[in-house]
């Protein structure tokens, strides 16, 4: 974070509503839940969102930006266990998947973890992947 800070052009919010154009946003508030009320905030923009707390997925339809492209770079990620999809670059220390019963999750793009991926999805059919990445 001190890196884009120091070289890159960002903008600091407290609102998603503060995301108005493509860029770099930095959110330093409490931890944030993105719920399918938000995630309207990502469509049409190129994001890079960067957090210095924890992120929560928390989107009923997945998360997938209309026309533009989502980044997330946070301590931790955690995808809410209603989260069946979702399309971006999510990069953190602690990724958690959920553990639903019975509920795959599929990312397009990518999930990197840096030290800790704990994946409870699972199927009670043992033929559908419980974690599912389409690399774009």
């Given at each position: ?49 960067i ?30 266990n ?55």
């Amino acid at each position: 974070m001190s890196y884009i800070k120091a070289r890159k052009q960002n903008k600091t919010i407290t609102s998603l509503d503060q995301i108005t154009a493509d860029g770099i946003y930095i959110w330093e508030g409490s931890p944030l839940s993105i719920s399918d009320a938000d995630k309207v905030r990502f469509n049409n923009y190129k994001i890079v969102f960067i957090s210095a707390s924890e992120v929560t997925i928390n989107t009923d339809n997945g998360l997938s930006p209309t026309n533009g492209s989502l980044a997330i770079v946070a301590p931790t990620i955690m995808f809410a266990n209603i989260v069946e999809e979702a399309h971006g670059i999510f990069i953190a220390n602690s990724i958690t998947t959920g553990s639903p019963a019975n509920q795959g999750l599929k990312i397009v793009g990518n999930l990197i973890s840096q030290e800790s991926f704990t994946n409870g999805r699972e199927w009670t059919n043992v033929n559908k992947p419980s974690l599912f990445i389409v690399f774009d």
